[in-house]
Nanobody
Framework: VQVVESGGGLVQSGGSLRLSCAAS????????MAWYRQAPGKQRDLVAG???????NYVDSVKGRFTISRDNAKNTVYLQMNSLKPEDTAVYYC???????????????WGQGTQVTVSS
């Protein structure tokens, strides 16, 4: 399974970016799709997640500014980021949990990360 992010970049404070992440390969379903971020010298933390049902969850610091969505037909998850702040600067990673194989086991995969830099 391959997980590929796109959409990072440099933006001024108050601006917007949209991240995309597409999963490809052999699997039956994608259960969870999520975005994590890691700032320099800090641990990787959950930003937002979305289940197959459409249920979502967000870290408090991005509620009301970020929106996670998914297109199940395209095996793609998006993160719309509005009102960006310098403290949102980090490498953003896509994370998926898929069900695959004859035993219907679940597997976790990470993307390579995409840099988001917000200037003040």
């Amino acid at each position: 399974v391959q997980v590929v992010e796109s959409g990072g970049g440099l933006v001024q404070s108050g601006g917007s970016l949209r991240l995309s992440c597409a999963a490809s390969g052999s699997f039956f379903t994608i259960n969870t799709m999520a975005w994590y971020r890691q700032a320099p010298g800090k641990q990787r933390d959950l930003v937002a997640g979305i289940q197959t049902t459409g249920d979502t969850n967000y870290v408090d610091s991005v509620k009301g500014r970020f929106t996670i969505s998914r297109d199940n037909a395209k095996n793609t998850v998006y993160l719309q980021m509005n009102s960006l702040k310098p403290e949102d600067t980090a490498v953003y990673y896509c994370y998926v949990i898929v069900t695959s194989g004859a035993g219907r086991r679940t597997y976790q995969y990470w993307g390579q990360g995409t840099q988001v830099t917000v200037s003040s």
